[in-house]
């Protein structure tokens, strides 16, 4: 079994900065790819806000470049989203988002697993 759990998020104000991180767990055989994806409102799809392929550049969506960075720490197997400049338009709970091929999996690619999510809000 592979887990995806989260640690940060929380209360910031506009312009200000929170950290989030995602570790990766269990029977891992091969991560392919470890982001980020956030729903802002209930109901609402989730959409990607960054994700990082291994060995490859990470990605970002239109509303949070310039603002987040996100990284891995390949050894730890973990993720982490720096936002920064936060706008209230950037509340929403944040997903962390792994493409991960379990230890026996006979398929060729990755699974997908997610984290139970995380609450962030910034106030005006």
């Known amino acids: 079994q592979v887990q995806l759990e989260e640690f940060g998020g929380g209360l910031a104000q506009a312009g200000g900065s929170l950290r989030l991180s995602c570790k990766a767990s269990g029977t891992i055989f091969k991560i392919f790819s470890l982001g980020w994806y956030r729903r802002q409102r209930p109901g609402q799809q989730r959409e990607l806000v960054a994700e990082i392929p291994t060995g490859e550049s990470p990605t970002y969506s239109d509303s949070v470049k310039e603002r987040f960075s996100i990284s891995r720490d390949n050894a730890k197997n973990t993720v982490t989203l720096e936002m920064n400049n936060l706008k209230p338009e950037d509340t929403g709970v944040y997903y962390c988002?792994?493409?991960?091929?379990?230890?026996?999996?006979?398929?060729?690619?990755?699974?997908?697993?997610w984290g139970p999510g995380t609450q962030v809000t910034v106030s005006v």
């Open positions: 988002n792994g493409e991960i091929k379990p230890v026996g999996s006979s398929i060729g690619v990755g699974c997908e697993y």
